[in-house]
């Protein structure tokens, strides 16, 4: 049996806007699992990253519940919350939001020191282990501008997962790259999340979304369908992307 690891419950979420209210996440109730690669997929503006977000405590949700380690984030205070995300949670996004004037290697460890848990040998080996594990070591003297965009994201990755959070969000974290990045940057997701990593990644991107041990479907900030898959394997992409697409279709993607 799988372990939820974070739910909402009648979760809605609006905003102010012409005067009026825009009802973006409606009652939605929700589990995640313990080691899944969960990917929820939706249309552009139908609300995955206002999802992510409430989930993630980045921001509030209007009403309802999100549950984690039994806490309710919605009933957080900000500090709590912000212990939370640095300690429990990992960041990826489209954009890297990289620190320009600091050294890969620096980008990936200072997070580490955050918590101030860890000492800093061994904030500065497993750095160094994680830059090996994405392949930017021989470039970790490097600063963000002197490397490529790919090469940005797998930096960004390294980071968000430095301080081992329990779950690691990921939103359209391939939005900004190229093909052969998007692959290279997948391939690492899919590692780490065999290795037991914890995922919820949004995204519109069906080569993403093939990844997912579970896919969620969005659509008027409700989720309006769900599909489980064995685990990613390159040689099985082919009948794996026949039957996303077909669910997808079903969908009315
Ligand atoms: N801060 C905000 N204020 C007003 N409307 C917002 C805000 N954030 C998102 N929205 C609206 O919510 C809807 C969903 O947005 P979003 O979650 O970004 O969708 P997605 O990530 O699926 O593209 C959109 O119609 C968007 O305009
Ligand atoms: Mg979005």
């Given at each position: 049996?799988?372990?939820?690891?974070?739910?909402?419950?009648?979760?809605?979420?609006?905003f102010?806007?012409?005067?009026?209210?825009?009802?973006?996440?409606?009652?939605?109730?929700?589990e995640?699992?313990?080691?899944?690669?969960?990917?929820?997929?939706?249309?552009?503006?139908?609300?995955?990253?206002?999802?992510?977000?409430?989930?993630?405590?980045?921001?509030?949700?209007?009403?309802?519940?999100?549950l984690?380690?039994?806490k309710?984030?919605?009933?957080?205070?900000?500090?709590e919350?912000?212990?939370?995300?640095s300690?429990?949670?990992?960041?990826?996004?489209?954009?890297?939001?990289?620190?320009?004037?600091l050294?890969?290697?620096?980008?990936?460890?200072?997070?580490?020191?955050?918590?101030?848990?860890?000492s800093?040998?061994?904030?500065?080996?497993?750095?160094?282990?994680?830059?090996?594990?994405m392949?930017?070591?021989?470039?970790?003297?490097?600063?963000?501008?002197?490397?490529?965009g790919?090469?940005?994201?797998?930096?960004?990755?390294?980071?968000?997962?430095?301080?081992?959070?329990?779950?690691?969000?990921a939103?359209e974290?391939?939005?900004?790259?190229?093909?052969?990045?998007?692959?290279?940057?997948?391939?690492l997701?899919?590692?780490?999340?065999r290795?037991?990593?914890?995922?919820?990644?949004?995204?519109?991107?069906?080569?993403?979304?093939?990844?997912?041990?579970?896919?969620?479907?969005?659509?008027d900030?409700?989720?309006?369908g769900?599909?489980?898959?064995?685990?990613?394997?390159?040689e099985?992409?082919?009948?794996?992307?026949?039957?996303?697409n077909?669910?997808?279709s079903s969908m009315?993607w």
């Open positions: 049996m799988s372990q939820t690891i974070l739910s909402a419950h009648d979760l809605c979420k609006s102010a806007h012409n005067g009026g209210q825009v009802h973006v996440l409606n009652h939605i109730d929700l995640i699992y313990e080691k899944d690669f969960t990917v929820v997929m939706g249309a552009s503006g139908s609300g995955k990253s206002t999802l992510l977000y409430a989930l993630s405590g980045m921001d509030k949700a209007t009403s309802g519940q999100v984690f380690d039994g309710d984030l919605v009933k957080m205070k900000e500090k919350l912000a212990k939370l995300r300690h429990d949670f990992g960041f990826i996004f489209q954009q890297m939001h990289l620190i320009s004037n050294t890969l290697f620096e980008n990936v460890a200072v997070p580490g020191y955050l918590n101030n848990e860890r800093t040998a061994d904030v500065k080996a497993r750095a160094d282990e994680l830059l090996k594990q392949g930017i070591f021989d470039v970790k003297t490097h600063r963000p501008s002197q490397v490529s790919g090469e940005q994201q797998r930096c960004a990755i390294a980071r968000a997962v430095i301080h081992l959070p329990k779950l690691l969000f939103d974290p391939t939005g900004a790259l190229n093909r052969k990045n998007t692959v290279e940057v997948l391939d997701m899919t590692d780490l999340n290795k037991g990593q914890s995922i919820l990644m949004v995204t519109h991107d069906v080569r993403a979304a093939l990844r997912a041990s579970r896919l969620l479907y969005l659509e900030g409700k989720v309006i769900e599909m489980t898959l064995p685990p990613y394997e390159k099985e992409e082919k009948s794996r992307e026949t039957q996303v077909a669910w997808l009315k």
